[in-house]
């Protein structure tokens, strides 16, 4: 089974809401933790990782800690904008290392509406 | 510096047919990784390749088999395609002994199975 769980989409919302995408993970170890972006007919862009417990991602304003009590790493940005709107998926590496596969969630679609 | 490049951008087979798929990984990688995405899902591990091997396999069927060649770039085959093989087909690349950077994705292959 799918060891990476995200909350469904679509989550719409208005331009400069907050934003929290949930996801929690099941693994043996320490892996690493990654939020991908996927633009409308685009690859992946990596959006954010964190490498070991309590560390703190962050970039263009989106922020996830890795919480090992939790198992979870979830999305949050204090205000978004339409060019925010894609699909969002959480992933870890298999092993402690990124250059191990990647196990990713389903994904979540995000509309910020004007 | 060059991303990780995929060829085709898009393709076009029957079943039962063969399929060759190509990436150049971004400068500077030595390891490709193969992720196939299924409409409205998130990738699955295929299979990885690094120095000319493949060193590790998801769960796909023999029918999906791969190739390194001595300058890092990679093949994906499939053969006897099916229906259920229509999917987005990512290539990521990444260095070996740099395991906490993360793996840069192409924009992918998307094939359609008619």
């Known amino acids: 089974g799918n060891s990476v769980t995200q909350m469904e989409g679509p989550v719409t919302l208005s331009e400069e809401a907050f934003l929290t995408i949930n996801c929690t993970y099941t693994?043996?170890?320490?892996?690493?933790l990654f939020w991908y972006v996927q633009y409308p007919g685009e690859g992946l862009q990596l959006l954010l990782k964190?490498?070991?417990?309590?560390d703190k991602g962050s970039n263009k304003g989106f922020e996830a800690t890795y919480r090992k009590e939790t198992t979870s790493f979830h999305l949050e940005k204090g205000s978004v904008q339409v060019s925010d709107s894609a699909v969002y998926f959480c992933a870890r590496s298999n092993y402690g290392g990124a250059t191990n596969k990647l196990i990713f969630g389903t994904g979540t679609l995000l509309a910020v509406q004007p | 510096d060059a991303g990780v490049t995929q060829s085709p951008t898009h393709l076009i087979k029957t079943r039962g047919q063969q399929v060759t798929l190509r990436c150049s990984p971004k400068?500077?990688?030595?390891?490709v990784s193969w992720y196939q995405q299924a409409l409205g899902q998130g990738p699955q591990f295929i299979f990885q390749y690094y120095e000319e091997e493949e060193r590790q396999r998801g769960n796909f069927p023999d029918r999906f088999s791969g190739h390194q060649f001595p300058n890092y770039s990679s093949e994906l085959n499939v053969n006897a395609l099916l229906l259920g093989d229509s999917a987005l087909y990512l290539c990521?690349?990444?260095?070996?002994?740099?395991?906490?950077?993360?793996?840069?994705f192409g924009d992918g292959t998307r094939l359609s199975i008619l």
């Open positions: 400068s500077g990688h030595d390891t």
């Open positions: 964190a490498t070991k417990a309590d």
């Open positions: 693994a043996t170890g320490y892996p690493s």
């Open positions: 990521a690349s990444s260095l070996v002994r740099n395991s906490n950077q993360p793996q840069h």
